[in-house]
């Protein structure tokens, strides 16, 4: 019913910049929260930024100052816009939405597939 898709991994140099994007659809009624997070090997999964509906946004402590999250709301769309890239951002970014489609009248969790993203000389 609904898809997440992201876009924009690849490998870096450390210090350099990378935009991953998040396109959402589906039978989309509404979305809540939309997030990044990213899951590095051997690691659990952890969050990187997260933006609400109204605006508010929320940071690892690591990625603040670096990393840029943001979305539009009309194309159902979230990036985020990674600068001054560490060798230690290296994992699989996956995109979240908390979506309500236009038949469960609630609020459910989805999931990209997820994207690489490698930092490495």
């Known amino acids: 019913q609904v898809q997440l898709v992201e876009s924009g991994g690849g490998l870096v140099q450390p210090g350099g910049s990378l935009r991953l994007s998040c396109a959402a659809s589906?039978?989309?009624?509404?979305?809540?929260?939309m997030d990044w997070f990213r899951q590095a090997p051997g690691k659990q999964r952890e969050l990187v930024a997260r933006?609400?509906?109204?605006?508010?946004?929320y940071y690892v402590d690591s990625m603040k100052g670096r990393f840029t999250i943001s979305r539009d709301n009309a194309k159902n769309t979230v990036c985020l816009q990674m600068n001054s890239l560490k060798p230690e951002d290296t994992a699989v970014y996956y995109c979240?939405?908390?979506?309500?489609?236009?038949?469960?009248?609630?609020?459910?969790?989805?999931w990209g597939q997820g994207t690489q993203v490698t930092v490495s000389s």
């Open positions: 933006l609400t509906s109204g605006g508010s946004t």
């Open positions: 979240h939405a908390d979506v309500m489609t236009h038949f469960s009248g609630r609020y459910s969790p989805y």
């Open positions: 589906g039978s989309i009624f509404s979305i809540n929260a």
